[in-house]
């Protein structure tokens, strides 16, 4: 069975976004792959959280996964830092990194311009320790968005650099995960680009957010002044949020929306109180999960052991296998 494997980063609540975008998709493969999902926890110390605030993200993230439906029993979920050999890899691949090319890395070059006082090298070496990730489990797919692909092609490079040094066909080269169609974008309410939570206040639905705040956040999306003619073509902010109703929203009422808007008849109010309570109607199990699960930590606790008990049957074997291709040999 191919081995998939994705890295979550703990920065913070997942929104409809996350949801439609990847965690769709992460309940699908849980089903027909071999899957290692993971808190990369050892990532987010490039921007210096306090241990407070690290702790609860990965908390966080981890109760928010689980009551999405990814299911410990049939993946392992794991947190990066329990499996530290993913740290012996990383420093053995960085002994073939190079200056040049690591900083030739878009991401890298972008974060260097947005917190120049912080320019530290596991920013530098973020895309080794990436590798690390992937390499670690010598993962076949690794389902990503544009903005990590180059990241992959070079965890690619440093799997043909390791393998052609050693001269052993050690490592898989790992293939982005497209899920092509499955990929469902979801609009932000503030008129344009896509939900995310740095796009500003008020952009983003969270899966936790309580129905007071979906409410309120839905009725001050941006709109526009209303239809001109019949059949009128919609403005953006308009045509986001009939793509939210698309996704949450039963097909009736999307006709229902969609026919007084043609007839210029239609009120947004209207629209967006029927928006708001039928987002609400699909975040709101997860929500009361969410809590349930976040006040557990007996449960998290024995997620999180059973995640690191099963990422490191696959991990402590490749990194001792790596040691001795390398030639770290008992006497
Ligand atoms: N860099 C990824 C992100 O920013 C997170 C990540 C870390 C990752 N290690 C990984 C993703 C390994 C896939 C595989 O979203």
């Avoid at 979550?8 to 899957?35: S, V």
Wanted: glycine letters at 6%; aromatic letters at 10%; a neutral charge.
């Amino acid at each position: 069975m191919e081995t998939v494997l994705s890295g979550i980063r703990p920065t913070g609540n997942l929104h409809l976004g996350n949801y439609f975008g990847a965690i769709r998709n992460f309940l699908k493969l849980q089903e027909e792959y071999n899957c290692y999902f993971f808190i990369a926890d050892y990532h987010s110390l490039t921007t210096h959280p306090t241990p407070a605030d690290l702790h609860g993200n990965v908390k966080q993230v981890l109760a928010e996964y689980l009551a999405t439906g990814i299911d410990p029993e049939k993946v392992t979920l794991y947190i990066q830092s329990d499996l530290p050999e993913t740290a012996e890899l990383y420093l053995l691949l960085n002994m073939n990194a190079y200056l040049g090319e690591l900083e030739r890395v878009t991401t890298f070059k972008e974060k260097a311009r947005k917190q120049p006082n912080n320019v530290n090298a596991g920013l530098l070496t973020y895309p080794t320790l990436m590798a690390a990730d992937i390499l670690i489990h010598k993962a076949h797919k690794v389902p990503v968005g544009k903005d990590q692909e180059q990241h992959l092609e070079m965890t690619r490079t440093f799997a043909r650099r390791f393998n052609r040094m050693y001269k052993h066909e050690f490592f898989p080269e790992p293939a982005a995960f497209n899920f092509g169609n499955d990929l469902i974008k979801i609009p932000g309410l503030d008129g344009s680009g896509k939900m995310g939570k740095s796009e500003g206040e008020g952009n983003a639905i969270f899966l936790a957010d309580d129905p007071k705040v979906i409410r309120k956040k839905v009725m001050r999306a941006v709109t526009d002044a209303g239809p001109a003619e019949p059949n009128a073509p919609k403005s953006e902010p308009v045509q986001n949020l009939f793509n939210l109703l698309e996704v949450v929203s039963s097909p009736d009422t999307v006709a229902h929306f969609e026919e007084q808007y043609n007839a210029c008849t239609i009120r947004y109010g209207d629209l967006k109180k029927q928006l708001a309570e039928d987002i609400i109607r699909f975040t709101e199990p997860l929500r009361d999960r969410i809590l349930e699960l976040s006040s557990d930590d007996k449960y998290l606790g024995k997620v999180a052991r059973m995640g690191a008990e099963k990422a490191r049957e696959s991990g402590a074997r490749t990194v001792k296998e790596v040691r001795e291709i390398i030639g770290f040999r008992k006497f």
